[in-house]
């Protein structure tokens, strides 16, 4: 970075305090963050224009003891050649011999969507399509995470504007830093053992990573860190008795929590539970009631958090309310597009459910008492039966981390 700018910025760390961990929640204080764009890098014809999806990210550790960075990357072809994605490479930016990580081969195809976020063939890309692709970066000690990152591209593609065939390329694109945003640390939600977190992070494909929305002319990934909690109860089962009738599953009307201090923008108690193992007939879910009743707390620092599928009738704030973390703000139900009770979480950073970015988050304390067997939970044709043995768990105290897939998780009563 150019020595002017690391001089000024460290005189403005001195004074106000920028280096110094943010209270959670909160943003950093202002500081010039140093330019991060391709000026003075190599200028190379690029056929495949490569943008980041979403807007500010940060590091996040998961229950696995690795910190993730997860985002996305949309690749436009924006030449009459047809192209092929062979690589792609994340750098640091600060430091361009050091690779962080390098998508090739199967795991490239299997990382890439079209458009439509539908599973591609190939890596090839005609002209005037694009792609998708779901990157995930992993890393053992939050030092080793660059604080800025920066993509190569290794494709056949159009090499200059009056290329007929593709050849092979290689060039610089999509710069970005990614120290910029602090990850909130927020109070559980809901309380007591056995919440398993369902549709977690980070995998492609799975349903919350998967839903890049098209909202107010852009592509953004509210869902990106969501969770589904869904409840064991202390037999490992799901549910117990009818699956069709709510009281019998363990989670249904369990109280929900404010994850901190805020202020309610939406909250919506007006669409009624269905019956579990249906959806809704998809002529009648809308931007509006696709998530059922629900509740957005602003957090401040431009963080929201948004709940859904609440009760009916259970919702306990109104739009303006003030609330405090730990205050019940309503009950689990199975309102809106969902097949069985449970809570879904996220934050994002606008009030607006499937028009915001999503951010991850992780909790002020929980305890790790295992996993759900991820390939049973691919194949069971349903939830019946014992997916977790108790008896056998050793839960494992843990603070500031986000469960990833299928742990289950004990919260503090």
Do not use: K
Not at 83 to 96: F, I, K
Not at 168 to 191: E, F, G, H, K, N
Request: aromatic letters at 6%; one cysteine or more.
């Amino acid at each position: 970075m150019p020595a002017s700018w690391s001089s000024a910025c460290a005189l403005v760390a001195l004074v106000v305090g920028c280096e110094s961990a943010p209270a959670p929640l909160l943003p950093p204080p202002e500081c010039p963050p140093p330019p991060t764009d391709l000026r003075g890098f190599e200028e190379d014809y690029s056929a495949l224009v490569v943008e980041i999806v979403g807007t500010e990210t940060a590091p996040v550790l998961g229950t696995d003891e690795r910190w993730h960075v997860v985002y996305e990357l949309r690749l436009l072809n924006v030449r009459p050649v047809e192209a092929e994605l062979t690589a792609l490479e994340v750098l640091d930016y600060d430091a361009r011999e050091r690779r962080v990580s390098r998508l090739e081969g199967d795991a490239l195809l299997g990382a890439m969507r079209g458009l439509t976020l539908r599973p591609v063939e190939d890596r090839r890309i005609a002209p005037d399509a694009g792609r998708v692709v779901f990157v995930e970066l992993a890393f053992d000690a939050r030092d080793d995470v660059p604080a800025r990152i920066l993509h190569r591209v290794e494709a056949r593609a159009a090499a200059n504007p009056g290329s007929r065939e593709p050849v092979p390329v290689r060039y610089l694109a999509a710069p970005w830093d990614i120290s910029r945003r602090t990850t909130p640390r927020i109070a559980p939600p809901v309380r007591g053992r056995g919440w398993v977190a369902i549709n977690g992070c980070c995998d492609p494909g799975a349903v919350h990573r998967d839903a890049i929305q098209p909202v107010r002319g852009r592509m953004v990934v509210s869902q990106r860190f969501a969770i589904d909690w869904q409840r064991l109860d202390d037999e490992g089962r799901f549910f117990d008795g009818d699956p069709s009738a709510l009281e019998s599953w363990a989670g249904f009307d369990e109280p929900l929590y404010a994850v901190a201090d805020g202020v309610v923008v939406q909250a919506l108690d007006a669409l009624d539970d269905i019956t579990p193992g249906s959806l809704p007939e998809p002529g009648t879910i809308t931007l509006q009631t696709v998530d059922g009743n629900h509740v957005i707390l602003d957090l401040g620092g431009g963080v929201h958090a948004f709940y859904a599928h609440l009760r009916r009738g259970s919702v306990r704030v109104a739009v303006g309310d003030r609330v405090v973390a730990g205050q019940e703000i309503g009950r689990l139900g199975n309102t809106g597009n969902t097949s069985a009770p449970h809570l879904h979480l996220h934050l994002m950073a606008e009030p607006s459910a499937l028009g915001a970015d999503g951010i991850p988050h992780t909790f002020t304390e929980l305890r790790v008492a295992g996993r759900l067997d991820r390939e049973r939970w691919r194949t069971a044709p349903d939830q019946s039966g014992q997916w977790f043995d108790r008896a056998a768990a050793s839960p494992d105290d843990r603070v500031g981390q986000l469960p990833l897939d299928l742990s289950v998780v004990d919260f503090p009563d």
